[in-house]
């Protein structure tokens, strides 16, 4: 199983809501990392977790609270967002120690 | 000096023929390479990688050329298909002997479409 999942795969949310997104990798990978993705741009680093633990945040406004449960599971709470938040939110892992990062499909997020 | 450069934008190619991407970096510290090929509404997915030690490495249609004295790579697509049509991303990171082999540093893409 080679295979990162994520859902929802559409979540359209207003400024008030909580919401949470979910990835799933049963790879037995140890490092597991959120992105976003603006129409057009790469992919931007968001988190970093390894074995279960954070290890990297890249300046990303409280209002995103991430969470890695076990070693399979990653969730991205999401909590009194913006417009300018919409983007497509994007799992990946990968071994500790490996270079190769594995993406999943991407959650379309729409806040309103 | 984090930065990957990527070109072109976009690019055109007529089926059959070869789709050239480059990308050029200053960090020397950079030490693996990966392409990623992404589809519309879907995540990026590895497509091929290559390390400083060879200067080219083939998997398929799809070729990477590496010149670390110029610290450029290139992806080469030979007879390249409609199905290749998709959003090119090059990316860079220190890898595992850099310590922070989990930053990948990405190249702003290039969207290229293969005519019928």
């Known amino acids: 199983d080679t295979e990162v999942t994520q859902t929802p795969k559409h979540l359209v949310m207003g400024m008030t809501n909580k919401k949470s997104l979910k990835c799933e990798q049963h790879?037995?990978?140890?490092?597991m990392y959120w992105y976003k993705q603006k129409a057009k741009k790469p992919p931007e680093l968001m988190f970093v977790?390894?074995?279960?633990?954070?290890?990297i945040n890249e300046s990303v406004p409280s209002r995103f609270s991430p969470e890695c449960p076990n070693s399979s599971l990653l969730n991205l709470h999401l909590h009194a967002l913006q417009p300018e938040d919409s983007a497509l939110y994007l799992c990946?892992?990968?071994?500790?120690?490996?270079?190769?990062?594995?993406f999943g499909p991407g959650t379309r997020l729409t806040v309103l | 000096q984090q930065q990957v450069k990527q070109s072109p934008q976009s690019l055109i190619v007529q089926k059959g023929g070869i789709s050239i991407i480059n990308c050029a970096y200053e960090?020397?510290?950079?030490?693996?390479f990966p392409w990623y090929q992404q589809f519309p509404g879907k995540g990026p997915a590895l497509l091929i990688a290559?390390?400083?030690?060879?200067s080219e490495k083939k998997e398929g249609r799809f070729t990477i050329s590496f010149n670390k004295s110029a610290k450029q790579f290139s992806l080469h697509i030979m007879d390249s298909q409609p199905g290749d049509s998709a959003t090119y991303f090059c990316?860079?990171?220190?890898?595992?002997?850099?310590?922070?082999?989990?930053?990948?540093?990405f190249g702003k893409g290039t969207l290229l479409t293969v005519n019928p």
């Open positions: 977790y390894s074995y279960e633990k954070l290890s």
């Open positions: 960090n020397t510290a950079f030490d693996y």
């Open positions: 990946a892992s990968s071994l500790v120690g490996a270079d190769t990062q594995y």
């Open positions: 790879m037995g990978h140890r490092a």
């Open positions: 990316a860079a990171s220190p890898g595992v002997s850099g310590g922070s082999n989990y930053k990948l540093t």
């Open positions: 290559i390390r400083p030690d060879v």
